[in-house]
């Protein structure tokens, strides 16, 4: 494997460019866990909010109310459950990223289980799926 290295105009480019990225974004400025609805909410500087169902979240299903409380800012965009060991980036749950691909794969709805394999076949021997609604009326 090839040793690179770089010049110190390199590194210095490379930090200005990333600085100008955070910069570009909005900081989020709270980060705290609704009970009554489940979620953990991000507060932004600019008075934007963001919302996802703490529960949907790897390693987070069977948390406690207080253990989801627990939650932190970490660094410019990072949350942190210190007591679970658990953290994420805001950018990538804002991306839809809940945990790992195979925990992404078992818990959106890409099973390719038996039952659906054989639920589409019979689809498709009747035509396939149904127009919807709204694609009768035009």
Do not use: C
């Not at 703490?54 to 970490?74: F, G, H, K, P």
């Amino acid at each position: 494997m090839a040793d690179f290295e770089f010049s110190d105009a390199e590194r210095e480019a490379a930090a200005r460019r990333a600085q100008a990225e955070v910069a570009s974004r909005p900081a989020p400025e709270s980060v705290r866990y609704d009970r009554a609805s489940g979620r953990i909410i991000v507060e932004f500087e600019n008075g934007s909010a963001f919302m996802v169902p703490a529960r949907s979240l790897q390693d987070l299903e069977d948390a406690s109310d207080d253990d989801l409380a627990a939650v932190e800012l970490l660094g410019a965009y990072g949350l942190h459950w210190e007591k679970l060991d658990v953290d994420f980036t805001i950018p990538g749950l804002m991306a839809g990223i809940f945990g790992t691909a195979r925990y992404m794969q078992q818990k959106g709805g890409r099973s390719r289980s038996p039952a659906k394999t054989a639920a589409a076949r019979e689809n498709g021997k009747k035509g396939g799926r149904p127009p919807k609604v709204s694609d009768q009326t035009r």
